[in-house]
């Protein structure tokens, strides 16, 4: 402090304790307080318990502080013993650590809050001082103004009255001195009695929702309104009140009134600027920056973490917290603490009216002397040794948008002047912080519009009932919550099924399912929105205290402990907090339910839970599409595969192959058909067929021509008339009807190792046949096709396949295979049919099928069918 005269001088040792900080707080207050310097003492223990947090709790030595009062100021200095524990003699390889583990800021709150600042190091000790200054005043003055001239002063009247009203705790006038009765024309024996209320005028400011009533139960009030005269004319008047109790501990407001053009009267001084020269040195001039500290925190939890340790150590708490009020202001959430579990408190909610009166409500300031006396009076603070608490609302324009508190663990350690305290500071912070809280919900909506469209497009991609079930679990944890299980109903009369489970910790899923498993299912209620589910939480405290009394040898030893698929004290832990319930309905029916959990005494936003609500409709929605779709696609497969034949016969002497790929996603049966079948002893029919179109309507008439035949086959009907008749049943389908191309035959196999084969051609492409010399020739005739003409006369053809021939009957699938302009046609499978000489059929088959793949890139849109018949030379037999 230069050459100034020191006056004064305090010095304490603090040990590394974390009560020590509290302790270092409470000794300069009193310090300062004892000087007669009450305006720095918030500015000094703000500055002091970071300084003493940095040394106590994360250097972790003990920590000297030194109060020097001297002219125009004082001095504090704050001293560590870490470099001791660095020096590099006793350990060379290690490094310097960091001197501020808080990332400076200490150092950045006494550039912003202290006239001078700085660091000195020696060998074995750090030590930072700042120095806050003071005006010059006789001791014992307060504050003081300067000598003025004359004019220069407030006007008043020659005799100045000062009205002292005198109000009980319920509101009503007890005490009325003579200046009243000047000032406002009634006598004390007309009002003693009567409330306040009816003869104040309170002014109703917009943005404001204190009455007159709050204000007298307020420890301190300071301002303007009227009383209404006995003449009926309201008077303006300035007035200050001081909230009191008598001998007997009975409250009382003593209310002090003068006109309002002599408020100069009552008038408190404001509080000078800490340093006149902040502007200057770039100092904060904003009081919300002065309580916060400069930089302030860009985010909103950072600025509330921030607040409630700045109101921690103004009011020398042990405990501080912060909640912000929801939208419709009926709840509250914890968003900040310090001193308590904050992982079990955060997010936690409480009523904004916990019950009648001022103490029941967060939107009146209220102190409690001693919890223990009244037990859940505050929620949040039980059984956290907190013995007093005072709290206070945060208000932006009449609106409750929050509420600071502050504990201890002393009982009666706060009072109304505390109370007041803390309402100053919250009303500098609201704005700010209502502001950010603003902004962190856009950027949470942003944000969960974009979820939702992801989460949206994720879910329209698929079809799929349990890939369905696994994007649900997948897109909530871990954006949503810890874990997650789905719930499927399969109808109304169906129990949940437990269908998915997902844990953030993949080693924990298996135990959670076990979990689970053991617990009985959330009833399927379709009311909307997230409802409370209390049962994994009571079956994961249970399973704790199982295992306590285990350990402890107070229970039995579990025999099936051992066998237990994975229920651990990890698990239990994991789904020990919070969990949420939400119904999935679909077309006005409960599918399922989806389970949000997380970990012990954890809670969730309000926001989180209404984003999960919009995903629930949607994955539900998604869910019963995939449903039916399942269902659809089994109904269409069953119909499908009832159309394909039963078996192929095996044929004596020869060899037979068929490759079939029905065209469009899920249809194994399309227009295009083959069968082979016995006629009678000896005689085998076979068909390979083409109906106009693909999908259901063509495979309809498919399943006509099958059965129709092989019945007209087997009644001894030859090829021409089975196709005749086979025409005429198409026909009378009508405008169902589709024209059919279709190579029907019958196959003799012979005793010298050929076969014989009689076929008709109804407008089909012709078979083809392989001669062991390599020659690729047509084996029938064209015809006209089936379903088009009521007249048709047909004929059929004999064939004789010696041992060693081929014959390959095909769709016009293969045949007409593109790729652009080129087509694929009959010369292009008459050529690769010629390198298949010596081949067996389903070689044969196989050749041609990868030909008419690797003639296209792109995947064939047209349903083919490949019949392969060979007979084979007689070594090969």
């Not at 700042?130 to 020659?158: H, I, K, N, Q, Y």
């Not at 399922?592 to 005494?601: A, C, N, R, Y």
């Not at 068929?658 to 016995?678: K, T």
Request: proline letters at 6%; hydrophobic letters at 40%; charged letters at 25%.
């Amino acid at each position: 402090m230069g050459s100034a005269v020191i006056t004064a001088r305090a010095a304490a040792t603090f040990e590394p304790v974390g009560r020590s900080v509290a302790a270092a707080r409470a000794f300069v207050r009193d310090t300062l307080q004892g000087w007669g310097f009450p305006d720095i003492i918030d500015d000094a223990v703000v500055l002091t318990s970071e300084l003493v947090t940095n040394a106590v709790v994360h250097a972790g030595t003990a920590a000297d502080v030194l109060c020097v009062r001297a002219d125009g100021g004082v001095r504090i200095e704050v001293g560590d013993r870490y470099p001791e524990r660095e020096l590099p003699l006793q350990s060379p390889g290690r490094q310097f650590g960091g001197l501020d583990r808080e990332g400076g800021r200490g150092l950045l709150l006494c550039t912003a809050l202290a006239a001078h600042w700085g660091v000195e190091y020696t060998s074995t000790h750090k030590k930072v001082w700042f120095r806050l200054d003071v005006d010059d005043r006789p001791a014992g003055t307060r504050s003081a103004g300067p000598a003025l001239p004359a004019e220069a002063l407030p006007l008043a009247e020659s005799r100045v009255r000062v009205a002292v009203v005198q109000i009980d705790r319920c509101g009503a006038i007890s005490a009325w001195n003579d200046d009243a009765e000047h000032l406002f024309g009634y006598p004390a024996d007309q009002v003693t009695g009567k409330p306040l209320a009816d003869f104040a005028a309170w002014p109703h400011t917009p943005g404001t929702s204190t009455g007159i009533a709050e204000a007298l139960c307020l420890s301190r009030w300071e301002g303007s309104y009227g009383i209404r005269g006995a003449d009926g004319r309201v008077i303006p008047v300035y007035a200050s009140h001081l909230r009191v109790r008598d001998n007997e501990g009975a409250p009382s407001t003593v209310c002090l009134l003068v006109r309002d053009d002599e408020r100069a009267v009552l008038l408190s001084p404001q509080r000078p600027p800490a340093d006149a020269n902040a502007t200057e040195r770039g100092g904060p001039a904003d009081p919300f920056e002065v309580f916060i500290g400069s930089p302030a925190p860009d985010d909103l939890d950072g600025l509330l973490q921030r607040t409630v340790e700045r109101a921690r150590d103004m009011l020398d708490g042990d405990a501080a917290y912060l909640l912000l009020a929801t939208d419709d202001e009926t709840e509250l959430e914890v968003r900040a603490s310090t001193g308590l579990p904050s992982a079990r408190q955060r997010f936690a909610r409480v009523p904004v009216e916990a019950g009648a009166g001022r103490y029941g409500s967060a939107r009146m300031p209220s102190v409690h002397d001693d919890l223990s006396a009244i037990p859940g009076a505050v929620p949040l603070l039980a059984e956290t040794g907190m013995r007093s608490v005072v709290t206070v609302p945060l208000k932006v324009e009449g609106r409750l948008t929050g509420s600071l508190g502050v504990a201890a663990e002393a009982a009666h350690r706060y009072g109304n002047e505390e109370a007041l305290r803390l309402q100053f500071a919250a009303d500098r912070i609201a704005l700010a912080v209502e502001s950010a809280r603003l902004g962190e919900l856009e950027r949470l909506r942003r944000g969960s519009l974009s979820f939702l469209v992801e989460a949206s497009d994720l879910l329209a991609g698929t079809l799929d009932r349990d890939q369905t079930l696994a994007l649900m679990a997948q897109m909530t944890v871990p954006t949503l919550a810890t874990w997650c299980a789905v719930y499927t109903i399969a109808d109304q009369s169906s129990e949940p099924e437990l269908s998915y489970v997902l844990h953030e910790d993949e080693d924990l899923i298996d135990g959670l399912k076990a979990l689970l498993a053991k617990v009985d299912p959330p009833e399927s209620v379709p009311t909307p929105g997230a409802r409370l589910w209390t049962a994994p939480a009571e079956a994961a405290r249970a399973k704790d205290l199982r295992a306590t009394l285990r350990d402890l040898g107070l229970t039995e030893p579990d025999r099936h402990h051992s066998a237990a698929p994975g229920i651990t004290l990890a698990t239990a832990s994991a789904v020990g907090g919070e969990t949420v319930v939400l119904p999935l309905v679909a077309r006005n029916r409960v599918i399922g339910m989806l389970t949000l959990g997380k970990p012990v005494d954890d809670h969730f936003r309000q926001e989180i839970l209404e984003l999960a609500e919009d995903l629930s409709r949607r994955a539900a929605l998604a869910l019963d599409n995939a449903r039916l779709y399942s269902e659809r696609t089994a109904i269409s497969q069953s119909l499908q595969r009832s159309l394909l034949p039963p078996g192929m016969p095996d044929i004596p002497g020869v060899e037979v192959e068929v490759i079939y790929r029905a065209a469009g996603e899920g249809n194994e049966v399309g227009g295009d058909f083959y069968d082979l079948f016995p006629i009678r002893d000896g005689a085998y029919g076979f068909a390979i067929g083409d109906v106009c179109g693909t999908g259901p309507e063509a495979a309809a008439v498919t399943g006509l021509a099958r059965h129709a035949l092989r019945l007209l086959a087997r009644e001894g009907f030859g090829g021409p008339a089975v196709l005749e008749r086979l025409n005429a049943a198409i026909l009378d389908e009508g405008a169902r009807s589709r024209f059919l191309t279709l190579l029907y035959g019958e196959l003799w196999p012979q005793q010298d190792g050929s076969a014989l084969l009689k076929v008709v051609c109804a407008g089909h492409p012709l078979p083809l046949r392989l001669r062991q010399d390599g020659s690729v020739a047509p084996a029938a005739d064209p015809q006209p096709l089936l379903g088009v003409m009521d007249d048709l006369e047909l004929y059929e053809q004999t064939v004789t396949l010696d041992p060693g021939d081929v014959l390959l009957c095909v769709t016009d699938g293969v045949t007409e295979r593109r790729e652009g302009s080129r087509m694929l046609g009959d010369d292009g499978l008459a050529e690769v049919l010629t390198t298949c000489t010596g081949l067996t059929a389903g070689a044969v088959a196989a050749r041609v099928l990868r030909a008419v793949e690797r003639f296209a890139a792109e995947p064939a849109s047209d349903d083919m069918a490949i019949l392969a018949m060979r007979v084979p030379e007689p070594q090969q037999l």
